[in-house]
């Protein structure tokens, strides 16, 4: 081989180590570019919940109206603030129609009871389950806490039902759970719809139907926001936290 051959092909070398160092240091820049997104997302959402956390007080709100994942005294608040009434049955079997069923009480009144039957209010995929005794990972907290609801995957926007027939108790945009609405049903049952991107399909005082469109799924819970969109549900039997999909039918 000449020289001048030779000379071409150590140049050929340094050019091909050049290209190769170049590809290795724009893939480093690409994941150092990913982890400091991150990394920033999960700051500025810890900045927002410490923010609401200095500003907000318990006095602040009406335990009625917000979200029982917050933690167990709401649960107590709720429950001080239900009038005293006898506690009632609920029938639920496989048909579609709702009837009211006529039980006597221990006074020797007649009262109501309603069977329900409550749906899935939005097919998804569910992200994260309900768990009130074994503590799950948050990502927006990043501690261990309880999950009283269920998370179900969702784009933006997308339409999101009332599980049953019932009455809007409450909207309001809830400063850790975002956008909130919660419909009262017959049984002393609650369903309770957060992190929405809208609710202006309906009212206060509405009386809605199973399968209304109530609102869409967004991303406004500041305890989620690290999340990908979804709609947190929750379901409370007498004031109490309980498991939707015991009842889902």
């Known amino acids: 081989m000449s020289k001048g051959k030779r000379y071409e092909r150590i140049l050929l070398s340094k050019k091909e180590k050049m290209y190769i160092t170049g590809v290795i240091l724009f893939i480093g820049l690409l994941i150092l570019i990913m982890v400091l997104s991150g990394y920033n997302s999960k700051k500025q959402a810890k900045s927002m919940i410490a923010k609401i956390n200095e500003n907000t007080t318990e006095e602040s709100f009406d335990a009625a109206l917000v979200s029982t994942t917050e933690d167990k ?105 975002g956008i909130t609405v919660t419909i009262e049903h017959a049984n002393g049952f609650k369903t309770i719809y957060s992190n929405l991107q809208t609710a202006e399909f309906i009212s206060e005082g509405e009386k809605v139907e199973k399968g209304k469109v109530i609102g869409s799924v967004g991303n406004s819970a500041a305890f989620e926001i690290v999340d990908e969109p979804h709609l947190h549900f929750e379901m409370t039997k007498d004031g109490e936290s309980v498991n939707p999909s015991q009842y889902w039918e």
Do not use: C
């Open 73 to 177: 005294s709401i649960n107590e608040i709720i429950e001080e603030k239900k009038e005293e009434e006898l506690t009632p049955k609920i029938a639920i079997n496989t048909s579609n129609i709702s009837q009211e069923l006529v039980e006597t009480s221990n006074n020797g009144q007649e009262e109501k009871i309603i069977e329900l039957h409550f749906a899935v209010p939005l097919e998804g995929e569910i992200m994260k389950d309900y768990s009130d005794s074994n503590l799950v990972f948050s990502n927006t907290l990043q501690e261990w806490t309880v999950h009283l609801g269920i998370d179900i995957k969702a784009e933006k926007a997308t339409p999101v039902l009332a599980s049953e027939a019932g009455v809007v108790e409450s909207i309001k945009n809830d400063p850790r759970y």
